[in-house]
């Protein structure tokens, strides 16, 4: 039973597309969050949410939209792709905020051609 | 802004030896330090922390040793098992945000 799910697994696109990334878990955290590992194998936050409300909105270019219709989901949705956003997109869930133990999903490995 | 660095991308040992692996951190008083391990095509997942006030936890096969003059953090494994094989990252937490190090690939050789 998979405590944080992502689909798709992998996600090949065209420069210029819309996608989207969906997320959830069965934990009944309270707290979500999503991050992205580049090319240089740097894992980077981008956005937390805490019971819906969105907590932390690092320097993420306006193209990324997160959208949490409940506490169990977390989606992220991308406009316009370019090339520099294809990388290993990860999310993860928590107890609370600041939890310093947070449960990771698989990853989505995202290719913009 | 790296807030932490692990040197090493890579570490192989042989099965039963004690596996070093390195961090090193820019100044934090109030934080807690993390290591998180990872396998190919999984998410991290949450090996073992320490607080910034303390010099040492254990958990099993693994401690975790704090140089707060050095900066420095480094996670132990004794002994290291094929198991143990994966990618180990240094993160330091700092109130809502985790701060990842770019991992250090551990191989153990049966």
């Known amino acids: 039973d998979t405590a944080v799910s992502q689909t798709p697994k992998y996600l090949v696109t065209q420069m210029g597309n819309d996608k989207s990334i969906k997320c959830e878990q069965n934990l009944g955290h309270d707290t979500m969050y999503w991050y992205k590992q580049d090319s240089k194998k740097f894992l980077k936050i981008m956005f937390s949410?805490?019971?819906?409300?969105?907590?932390i909105n690092e320097t993420v270019p306006n193209r990324f939209s997160p959208k949490s219709p409940d506490k169990a989901h977390l989606n992220l949705h991308i406009n316009s792709l370019e090339l520099g956003d294809s990388a290993v997109y990860f999310c993860a869930s928590s107890q609370e905020l600041a939890a310093y133990e947070q449960y990771f999903g698989p990853g989505t490995r995202l290719t913009v051609t | 802004d790296q807030q932490v660095k692990q040197n090493s991308p890579s570490l192989s040992v042989q099965e039963g030896r004690i596996s070093i692996l390195n961090c090193d951190y820019t100044n934090s008083m109030f934080d807690y330090f993390l290591w998180y391990k990872k396998y190919p095509a999984e998410g991290p997942t949450f090996l073992i922390s320490?607080?910034?006030?303390?010099d040492k936890n254990e958990d099993g096969r693994f401690t975790v040793f704090l140089n707060k003059s050095a900066k420095h953090l480094s996670l132990h494994i004794v002994p290291s098992q094929p198991g143990d094989s994966a990618v180990y990252f240094c993160v330091k937490s700092t109130g809502n945000q985790f701060y990842f190090g770019t991992g250090t690939s551990l191989t153990v050789i049966p």
């Open positions: 320490i607080s910034s006030i303390k």
């Open positions: 949410y805490n019971n819906k409300e969105l907590i």
